[in-house]
């Protein structure tokens, strides 16, 4: 084999593996459509969550804005992420999301809500209320996924 050919199939391999890597990545278990972008912003939600934890160690309260405010607004829309029948592998959304819809709905205000004084505490510079809204807004979250997420 010459250096030419071994060096381009160095390089298709190379490609090939690239792909197959960001593939899985990206489709997220083979996730598709509506499912796959409920399941980023879901990720993205526990990226913010992380981060605000960190900035309320750190005592830094004005990066929380934009992190608090995105998580806001995801919860804001998160009901309608769910249309009927988008259940079923990959996705771990329970049944009870349709049989209740009424409880999803304020599983998601409550988060809505909880995200809504945390924006506020941050406006009024007050770390006390941002440290109980965060522990609400993690709350909210994990009982949502208690009755509307199947593991
Ligand atoms: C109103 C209900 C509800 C709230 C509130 C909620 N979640 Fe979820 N979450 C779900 C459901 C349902 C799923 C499963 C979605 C699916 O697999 O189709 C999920 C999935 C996830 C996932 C997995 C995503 C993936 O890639 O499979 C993460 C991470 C997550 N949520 C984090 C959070 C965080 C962090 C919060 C709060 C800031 C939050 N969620 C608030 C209902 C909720």
Known sequence: MSLKMLIHRTKTIAIILVTLFSGTVLAHDGAVGIVKERMERFQQNQKNLRLIKSHLQNGKLSPIAPLASEIREWAEVMPEYFPEGSDGKPSEASPEIWSNPAGFQAAAFANFQAADTL?????????????????????????????????
Request: include cysteine; glycine fraction near 0%.
């Open 119 to 151: 924006m506020f505490a941050i406006e009024s510079e007050d770390i006390d209320l941002a440290k109980s809204a965060f522990r609400d807004v993690a709350a909210s979250c994990k009982s949502c996924h208690m009755s509307f997420r199947e593991r």
